[in-house]
Structure formats: C-alpha cells, structure tokens
C-alpha cells in the first residue's frame, strides 16, 4: 500500500470522475486532501464525508480555475488549511460531446476550452510553485490525454489543449527539476465518467470506444487515479518529465 501519510495535497477538479476517485485514493493513502468543484456543493459535501472516513483532513471550496483569481484563492485556502502543500494534481478539464468541424468552430469554443484545459493548469501551477521553491520540494502531476498524443478529429480543441499540457510538462520538469520539484503527466484513453458518458451509454459509442482498446473495455477512474497515486508517491522519487499512458493499450508511444 502507498503511503501518502504526513503529505499535504491539492487536487482541481475534484468532486468528480478522475478527480473523486483520486481525492479518495488520496485521503486513503494517508493525506490530507483539499480540492475544488465548479457546480455541485452537494457532490462536494459528500465526497469530503467520504474521504474523511480514512481519518485525514479532506476540504473542498468552489473555484473556476479558468479565472486566475480564483486559482490564486485555491492554492491560499489548500495552504491556510493544510498548513503546507506538497502535491498538486492538476486534473480540471472538460471535453464536448458534439463533433465540431474546424470550419465550424467558434472562436468562443476555441477559447471557452483552451481556458478550463489549459489556462487552469497554468493559473493552479503559478500559484502553487512559490510555495515548492520555498519548502525546495513539490510534486507536480498534469492530467492530459491521448487525444494529446494521437489528435481527435471534430475535437481539435480538446486534443491541442491536452497536447499543450505534455509540452508544457516537459518543460516545467527541466524547469523545475534543480529545485526538487518533480512535474508529471497522466494521459488516461476513454474513461468511464460522467463527462464521457452521453458516447459511452450508448451501444454505437461504447463500440466505437472500446473496439481501439486492447484490453476491450474502458477504464475506471479508480484505475487512473492509482498511477496518478504512484506518481506522488514516494516510489516515484526519481521520475520527472514522463507521460504515463493509462490506456488499456489503444496508444503506445514512449
């Protein structure tokens, strides 16, 4: 069992899909947890009385990291209540359901999407690493795609922001890395969450999803909150710049 006991942690995100499953994993292992939500107070409050049941600290507050002031809000609340912060877990970000053509796109969906995937990142990262410099310490795990990696036709948008993110991993690490801050990446293939489920009820959609994976089925976000687990995790001391794939092998890069 990974211990994350003593550990300080900010998850974005966090009330649902990849990002409950991993305030659970988290609080589970032994940290205290402070995450946000952007809709449900209700969804929030229940996951923090989940959580809390492993005998950490787990707080929520609402923000829209797509907003700097509020992700400055974010990472001031996750310090002021945990006293500290040693792992930030990038993972707010949406993904639209309907193909949009390039020619259709509009500039507001361009932006609407870079703004929550991409602009978040930044905003988060930005006001938590003054905070790392000062402890010489931190660990820095991004939720990107495999739409980052292989493109997503109709969904332009959502694989350039998901491929900003390995990018601006990658530089972050050698950024970062003389200051013991260790920046990853987790790249999950189709998940089954809320936000992919309008394909995946579908027979069509879960056909379509799965016939490209390996393993022929979809992934649970337990199942991608374990490696992002790993990555804060102690045993990954010596691991920074990588893009971990958990994708039940439908792409295989290095």
């Known amino acids: 069992m990974i211990s994350l006991a003593g550990k300080a942690a900010l998850i974005t995100g966090g009330s649902r899909g990849i990002g409950a499953a991993s305030v659970r994993a988290f609080a589970q292992a032994g940290a205290d947890v402070v995450f946000n939500y952007n809709r449900s107070r209700e969804a929030a409050a229940q996951l923090e009385q989940d959580a ?22 974010l990472v001031e609340f996750a310090r002021d209540r945990l006293g500290r912060l040693d792992i930030l877990v990038a993972n707010a970000g949406i993904w639209n359901v309907e193909d949009i053509p390039i020619d259709k796109m509009s500039e ?39 739409a980052g990696q292989r493109g997503e036709a109709f969904h332009s948008h959502y694989a350039a ?10 530089g972050l690490a050698t950024e970062l890395g003389r200051h013991n801050i260790l920046v990853n990446c987790v790249a999950p293939g189709w998940v089954d969450t809320e936000m992919s489920q309008p394909v995946l009820k579908t027979k069509a959609g879960h056909k379509f999803a799965t016939n490209v994976i390996p393993l022929g089925r979809v992934a649970t976000a337990e199942e991608i909150a374990g490696p992002i687990l790993f990555l804060a995790s102690d045993l990954a001391a010596f691991i920074t710049g990588e893009i971990l794939n958990v994708n039940g092998g439908a792409v295989l890069c290095g």
């Not at 492993?54 to 923000?63: D, F, L, N």
């Not at 922001?161 to 990658?170: D, E, H, L, R, W």
Request: glycine share 6%.
């Open 52 to 73: 809390r049941k492993h005998g950490t600290r787990v707080e929520s507050i609402k923000a829209d990291l797509g907003r700097m002031a509020d992700a400055k809000k």
């Open 108 to 146: 507001r969906e361009w932006d609407d999407m870079l703004r929550v995937n991409l602009k978040s990142v930044y905003a988060v990262i930005h006001y938590a690493v003054p905070q790392f410099l000062a402890q010489k310490s931190g660990k820095i795990i991004a939720i990107s795609s495999t």
């Open 161 to 170: 922001s998901k491929g900003a993110i390995i990018s601006f991993v990658k």
